[in-house]
């Protein structure tokens, strides 16, 4: 997917960048293995390497439906986690939203709504997205409060709907409104 970033993609405390196989590096893919980071995330289901990693960001840059952006932290200096939007519908104007912040030095630190805030952006004046959806565990009190921060209302609960250490958990879909 082509889009320009430009000043739509950083504020003071981070920058997105288009996520590339050369960034995969063994620190990326520890994230991805690591059973606290990956706690909440789907791919805690398979074991991660440097090849897998990037063969996963090469199929979704190669997909027009999907953006996917590395998060840099200033503060840090270093690339911290990832957000993704898509697939994209094109016909309804609306996405899915997901986010990770693997390096745990970057944790309650606000760039996870920060970095949902940038997207947003992105989503609203260049994807001319009208709605962004979003779905976390009942438990990911975390990954809520940055949406919420980001103006997300909770639409629906599933209950029971995912097992988390072989018990059972809500499915929380929040969403919002861009236009």
């Not at 090849?51 to 200096?77: M, V």
């Not at 899915?96 to 970057?106: F, L, S, V, Y």
């Not at 996870?112 to 952006?121: D, F």
Request: aromatic share 8%; glycine share 8%; proline share 3%.
């Amino acid at each position: 997917m082509k889009i320009e970033l430009g000043s739509l993609a950083k504020n003071s405390h981070i920058s997105l960048f288009l996520l590339k196989p050369d960034h995969v590096t063994p620190d990326y893919v520890s994230w991805l293995n690591d059973p606290q980071v990956n706690q909440y995330l789907e791919c805690r289901f398979t074991k991660h390497t440097i090849e897998s990693t990037r063969k996963f960001i090469q199929a979704t840059l190669d997909s027009p439906n999907n953006l996917f952006l590395g998060i840099t932290s200033h503060l840090l200096n270093r690339h911290v986690g990832n957000i993704k939007i898509g697939p994209i519908d094109k016909n309804h104007g609306l996405s899915p939203i997901g986010i990770m912040i693997g390096d745990k030095n970057a944790w309650e630190k606000g760039i996870g709504s920060q970095a949902i805030n940038l997207m947003l952006e992105i989503a609203r004046n260049q994807l001319l997205l009208r709605k962004v959806t979003a779905g976390c565990y009942g438990s990911n009190i975390g990954s809520q409060r940055a949406f919420e921060k980001s103006g997300f209302i909770i639409e629906a609960v599933c209950k029971q709907h995912y097992l988390l250490n072989r018990k059972l958990e809500d499915w929380i879909l929040m969403s919002k409104f861009l236009k």
